[in-house]
């Protein structure tokens, strides 16, 4: 089978050598299952050195089981959850809040992916009319679904908005070491310290086989996130192969260096296609996506060269996406050949 790499998603990287290396090496004799093992409470530490020694820290398998158990330990079914029209909950997902949480999705027209205090604060009435579902939770991205970084004073802002009206913050933060290398400080002020209550914290597109982790700023206010997470067939037996993956990215900064590449090449691409005929980058470029228009005909034999998707078809909308295996000779392939169609060669 011949190896590429594509611009479609980091999703689609392969697994990092260390994590890799850790994986093998958990890979010996007998642990007791479903996390009561050395792997595990190692790889809590190491959450704990980054975000506090307060924190909870609990395993999932994947994005979407991570958001869902998040917000169905926090809110009943008459509630809600406000979150950007963007939001992954809301079009990536398949209907799992909606199916396993039962609550309803209150979604913000944005045209940056990101919510402000002012939006969501226009989303909350009907508070205590029984006839109304009734707001308890707000999620936003970090970084969002078009890669753009929301700053910790912007998290702030939200944070208090939600807090003052009795509402919890949730942070979907598939791409939080993305946006924290961007911001160029510390996980917890990216996150926890701007007032974020929980937080999914994404390890897949950050160079790990599998595995997310749901971090509780508070352990108080979900003490029966653990019940949840078994309903939602979240609960790993084999615990210890996901743990090890979190100490390999998180105890000797593997994950700031992967980030900062996949953010780097990200820029590298979108100054090579800036400069391509008829390319229009159309969003900030803060993190590990370029969004861009360009025109419709040089889309499919673009895709040609590497994989990408179309964003918004009618636009002539695509994303590019690069990760921490992305190379400078990736882009340069991809920009020569963006360039070639735009002057028919």
Same mark, same amino acid.
């Given at each position: 089978? +011949? &190896?590429?790499?594509?611009? @479609? *998603?980091?999703n689609?990287? /392969? $697994?990092?050598?260390?994590v890799?290396?850790?994986?093998?090496?958990?890979?010996e004799?007998?642990?007791h299952?479903?996390?009561d093992?050395?792997?595990t409470?190692?790889?809590i530490?190491?959450?704990?050195?980054?975000?506090g020694?307060?924190?909870?820290?609990h395993?999932?398998?994947n994005?979407?089981g991570?958001n869902?158990?998040?917000?169905?330990?926090?809110m009943?079914?008459y509630e809600a959850?406000i979150?950007?029209?963007?939001?992954h909950?809301?079009v990536?997902?398949c209907?799992?809040f909606?199916?396993?949480?039962?609550?309803k999705?209150?979604t913000?027209p944005t045209?940056?992916?990101?919510? +402000? &205090?002012e939006?969501?604060? @226009? *989303?909350?009435?009907g508070? /205590? $009319?029984?006839h109304?579902?009734?707001?308890?939770?707000?999620?936003?991205?970090?970084?969002?679904?078009?890669g753009t970084?929301?700053?910790?004073?912007?998290?702030r802002a939200?944070?208090?908005a939600?807090?003052a009206?009795?509402?919890?913050?949730h942070?979907?933060g598939?791409?939080i070491?993305?946006?924290?290398?961007?911001?160029?400080?510390?996980?917890?002020e990216?996150?926890?310290?701007?007032?974020?209550?929980?937080?999914?914290f994404?390890?897949?597109k950050n160079g790990?086989?599998?595995?997310?982790?749901v971090v509780?700023?508070?352990?108080?206010m979900a003490p029966?996130?653990?019940?949840?997470?078994k309903q939602s067939?979240?609960? @790993?037996s084999k615990?210890?192969f996901?743990a090890?993956?979190f100490?390999?990215?998180?105890?000797?900064?593997l994950?700031?260096r992967?980030?900062s590449?996949?953010?780097?090449m990200a820029?590298?691409?979108a100054?090579?296609?800036?400069?391509?005929p008829?390319v229009?980058i159309?969003?900030?470029?803060?993190?590990n996506?370029?969004?861009a228009?360009?025109?419709?005909e040089?889309?499919?034999?673009?895709q040609?060269v590497?994989?990408?998707y179309l964003?918004d078809e009618?636009h002539s909308e695509?994303?590019?996406?690069t990760?921490?295996?992305?190379?400078?000779?990736?882009?340069?392939?991809f920009?020569?050949?963006?360039?070639q169609l735009?002057?028919g060669?």
């Open positions: 089978m +011949t &190896a590429s790499r594509t611009f @479609a *998603s980091d689609n990287a /392969g $697994v990092h050598p260390e890799m290396a850790a994986l093998a090496a958990a890979n004799g007998h642990v299952a479903y996390g093992d050395p792997y409470q190692e790889a530490g190491h959450f704990r050195r980054h975000f020694e307060e924190v909870a820290v395993f999932v398998f994005g979407t991570a869902v158990s998040a917000l169905g330990a926090l009943r079914s959850c979150c950007p029209e963007t939001a909950i809301n990536d997902e209907g799992a909606e199916h396993l949480v039962g609550g999705l209150l913000v045209s940056d992916g990101k919510l +402000t &205090a939006l969501v604060e @226009a *989303s909350i009435h508070v /205590g $009319v029984e109304h579902i009734q707001p308890r939770v707000v999620s936003i991205t970090q970084a969002t679904e078009y970084v929301y700053t910790p004073h912007e998290i939200i944070a208090e939600a807090h009206h009795g509402l919890w913050l942070m979907d598939a791409r070491a993305n946006a924290t290398v961007s911001l160029g400080c510390s996980l917890r990216a996150s926890l310290d701007a007032g974020v209550d929980v937080l999914s994404g390890g897949t790990i086989l599998m595995g997310e982790a509780f700023a508070d352990p108080t029966g996130f653990k019940y949840v997470r067939m979240q609960l @790993a615990m210890r996901m090890a993956q100490t390999a990215l998180l105890q000797d900064d994950w700031w992967n980030a590449h996949a953010n780097a820029e590298l691409l100054q090579k296609m800036a400069s391509v008829g229009e159309f969003q900030k470029v803060q993190a996506e370029v969004f228009r360009m025109p419709a040089s889309i499919v034999p673009l040609g590497a994989d990408f964003w009618p695509v994303r590019w996406v990760s921490w295996d992305t190379t400078e000779s990736d882009v340069e392939r920009a020569a050949a963006a360039l735009a002057h060669v």
